[in-house]
């Protein structure tokens, strides 16, 4: 009896250390899986961001030797003012030498995956400075940029952008750049700005392609509209079967034209947004690459929104040495734009056209093309501006060119009593008066009164005569008038000779001493 209570003891003990044993595994197994990082199945994409950057070196094929300090300065700048991290030079030398990387202007897939490794960047920029130079009264820059991601290699932003000084040239007194590091300053910064933030990244270990390059034309359309693309992918084994283009949810086929090149174009989807394209290549056995997010197009169907500000609409132009300023201000980067003035009979007057930037303002003085007056009148400023993917917006602003004082006719008329004095005054319905003064003295220049006000006078200003000012005596007044249009315009008239009705006495005859009327001595 002892015996099998012992036993039952025993097995209760072995049962109860199972039971304890399990809870602590599964509470170890438990605490592993909260703690363990998870792990990413093959193929799994992920979000990678791009917050720390390395610049290579640019290649220079422009013969300026100081070109590169001054592109890759101004990229570092840029770079910071969009929130990102460059990887500081001594470093990138560094790493650049220890690997004898002489050859910037690539990089293959080794260096980029070193360089998140070594240097933890999350992208790398190469390109080339294709021109820096002044020639012929002008300056030129040309830079292509790349930006590489260092996880799979895959080119994530590439744009070549080039300009000459004399595209900024503006119209009506708007300078061109004159200085090749600012010109090089505006291509870096609309380069920069256009640099993604993040890309999505799709792990892959079977590495047996590998993506060069990639080229859009354009990078920017409209909706719906078709856009050249150009793709490197470089075989590890064997040559790919055939290599396609998604964007968009559509696939489009591209073609082998020359080596490890595929060329072809695709449709941009009809809404607007910024849209990744991914390339596919698949080999004979059916075994596929897919490289996400290797290129990207802009969808723009919206025109842009362009305002004008002027400090004024009316000017003198040339007469008084003055001009209307425009202030121009636009919603998105502009490619290309046109301004022109015309009169009241749709007739060109004054005009001129840029590339790139809108300038920000615009003076005219009232001339044409020739350097020549225009007649005065009404003219019509009209603005008009194409987007990078071609949509067109156009603002107009009418505008008065006024070179004529205003023209006023003045009537004076008197009363019987000389007790007040009207001044009629006749103009045309649009004269625009600024500011008018109307003074009024006596003889020996004795004041009597002063008016001034703002717009346009009152037809019809009557002014008293009172004993108090002095002047029922007198036998004449002088009047000043004085009025200034909006465009500056000076008219000025006055009259010394505004003679007053004489003063008029009653004659009654004087009595006669001793005189007796004749009807007190004759009866009726």
Same mark, same amino acid.
């Given at each position: 009896?002892?015996?099998?209570?012992?036993?039952?003891?025993?097995?209760?003990?072995?049962?109860?250390?199972?039971?304890?044993?399990?809870?602590?595994?599964?509470?170890?197994?438990?605490?592993?899986?909260?703690?363990?990082?998870?792990?990413?199945?093959?193929?799994?994409?992920?979000?990678?961001?791009?917050?720390?950057?390395?610049?290579?070196?640019?290649?220079?094929?422009?013969?300026?030797?100081?070109?590169?300090?001054?592109?890759?300065?101004?990229?570092?700048?840029?770079?910071?003012?969009?929130?990102?991290? /460059?990887?500081?030079?001594?470093?990138?030398?560094?790493?650049?030498?220890?690997?004898?990387?002489?050859?910037?202007?690539?990089?293959?897939?080794?260096?980029?995956?070193?360089?998140? !490794?070594?240097?933890?960047?999350?992208?790398?920029?190469?390109?080339?400075?294709?021109?820096?130079?002044?020639?012929?009264?002008?300056?030129?820059?040309?830079?292509?940029?790349?930006?590489?991601?260092?996880?799979?290699?895959?080119?994530?932003?590439?744009?070549?952008?080039?300009?000459?000084?004399?595209?900024?040239?503006?119209?009506?007194?708007?300078?061109?750049?004159?200085?090749?590091?600012?010109?090089?300053?505006?291509?870096?910064?609309?380069?920069?700005?256009?640099?993604?933030?993040?890309?999505?990244?799709?792990?892959?270990?079977?590495?047996?392609?590998?993506?060069?390059?990639?080229?859009?034309?354009?990078?920017?359309?409209?909706?719906?509209?078709?856009?050249?693309?150009?793709?490197?992918?470089?075989?590890?084994?064997?040559?790919?079967?055939?290599?396609?283009?998604?964007?968009?949810?559509?696939?489009?086929?591209?073609?082998?034209?020359?080596?490890?090149?595929?060329?072809?174009?695709?449709?941009?989807?009809?809404?607007?947004?910024?849209?990744?394209?991914?390339? =596919? /290549?698949?080999?004979?056995?059916? !075994?596929?690459?897919?490289?996400?997010?290797?290129?990207?197009?802009?969808?723009?169907?919206?025109?842009?929104?362009?305002?004008?500000?002027?400090?004024?609409?009316?000017?003198?132009?040339?007469?008084?040495?003055?001009?209307?300023?425009?202030?121009?201000?636009?919603?998105?980067?502009?490619? !290309?734009?046109?301004?022109?003035?015309?009169?009241?009979?749709?007739?060109?007057?004054?005009?001129?056209?840029?590339?790139?930037?809108?300038?920000?303002?615009?003076?005219?003085?009232?001339?044409?093309?020739?350097?020549?007056?225009?007649?005065?009148?009404?003219?019509?400023?009209?603005?008009?501006?194409?987007?990078? /993917?071609?949509?067109?917006?156009?603002?107009?602003?009418?505008? =008065?060119?006024?070179?004529?004082?205003?023209?006023?006719?003045?009537?004076?008329?008197?009363?019987?009593?000389?007790?007040?004095?009207?001044?009629?005054?006749?103009?045309?319905?649009?004269?625009?008066?600024?500011?008018?003064?109307?003074?009024?003295?006596?003889?020996?220049?004795?004041?009597?009164?002063?008016?001034?006000?703002?717009?346009?006078?009152?037809?019809?200003?009557?002014?008293?005569?009172?004993?108090?000012?002095?002047?029922?005596?007198?036998?004449?007044?002088?009047?000043?008038?004085?009025? =200034?249009? =909006?465009?500056?315009?000076?008219?000025?008239?006055?009259?010394?000779?505004?003679?007053?009705?004489?003063?008029?006495?009653?004659?009654?005859?004087?009595?006669?001493?001793?005189?007796?009327?004749?009807?007190?001595?004759?009866?009726?």
């Amino acid at each position: 009896m002892q015996n099998a209570e012992s036993k039952n003891i025993e097995a209760r003990g072995k049962r109860q250390d199972i039971l304890f044993l399990s809870s602590c595994f599964l509470l170890l197994t438990s605490c592993f899986l909260l703690f363990a990082p998870p792990v990413q199945a093959k193929g799994e994409k992920d979000i990678q961001k791009i917050e720390r950057v390395v610049i290579f070196p640019f290649e220079n094929i422009s013969g300026n030797f100081d070109a590169p300090a001054v592109i890759n300065s101004l990229i570092e700048k840029e770079l910071k003012n969009r929130g990102f991290q /460059a990887v500081p030079y001594e470093q990138v030398d560094r790493f650049l030498s220890k690997r004898k990387i002489r050859y910037t202007g690539a990089v293959d897939r080794i260096t980029t995956i070193e360089l998140n !490794r070594e240097l933890g960047a999350d992208a790398v920029i190469i390109g080339s400075i294709d021109l820096y130079s002044s020639f012929s009264n002008d300056i030129y820059v040309g830079v292509t940029l790349r930006l590489v991601g260092t996880r799979d290699c895959s080119i994530l932003y590439m744009d070549t952008i080039s300009y000459a000084g004399s595209d900024f040239r503006g119209l009506l007194g708007f300078g061109s750049f004159k200085s090749v590091d600012k010109l090089g300053e505006v291509i870096i910064a609309s380069m920069v700005k256009e640099m993604p933030k993040e890309y999505l990244f799709e792990n892959r270990e079977d590495n047996f392609l590998e993506f060069g390059s990639v080229k859009i034309s354009p990078l920017i359309v409209r909706g719906g509209e078709d856009t050249k693309i150009l793709v490197r992918i470089i075989p590890v084994t064997e040559k790919p079967l055939s290599v396609q283009a998604h964007i968009g949810g559509e696939k489009f086929d591209l073609k082998n034209g020359n080596g490890d090149y595929y060329d072809g174009e695709i449709t941009a989807p009809g809404e607007d947004g910024l849209y990744t394209i991914d390339i =596919i /290549a698949a080999l004979s056995d059916g !075994r596929t690459s897919k490289f996400s997010s290797a290129g990207m197009v802009k969808v723009d169907a919206i025109p842009p929104v362009v305002t004008i500000s002027t400090n004024k609409d009316i000017t003198a132009g040339f007469v008084k040495k003055d001009a209307i300023l425009f202030t121009l201000k636009s919603n998105e980067e502009i490619e !290309r734009w046109d301004v022109e003035i015309v009169d009241k009979d749709n007739k060109y007057v004054r005009g001129g056209k840029g590339f790139g930037v809108l300038p920000p303002q615009l003076i005219w003085k009232g001339e044409n093309d020739a350097g020549g007056k225009n007649s005065d009148g009404v003219y019509n400023l009209k603005l008009s501006v194409w987007d990078v /993917a071609g949509n067109m917006g156009v603002f107009q602003k009418k505008i =008065i060119l006024d070179t004529t004082p205003p023209a006023v006719k003045i009537e004076v008329e008197t009363s019987d009593n000389n007790d007040e004095v009207t001044f009629n005054l006749d103009y045309e319905i649009d004269e625009k008066m600024e500011k008018w003064e109307f003074i009024v003295l006596g003889e020996n220049s004795k004041f009597v009164k002063s008016l001034s006000g703002k717009g346009n006078v009152d037809k019809r200003i009557v002014i008293p005569l009172t004993s108090a000012e002095g002047v029922v005596d007198s036998a004449k007044i002088m009047y000043t008038f004085r009025a =200034i249009d =909006i465009a500056g315009n000076v008219f000025e008239t006055s009259n010394q000779k505004v003679v007053l009705h004489n003063k008029k006495e009653e004659k009654f005859a004087k009595k006669k001493e001793g005189l007796t009327s004749a009807w007190d001595t004759i009866d009726f």
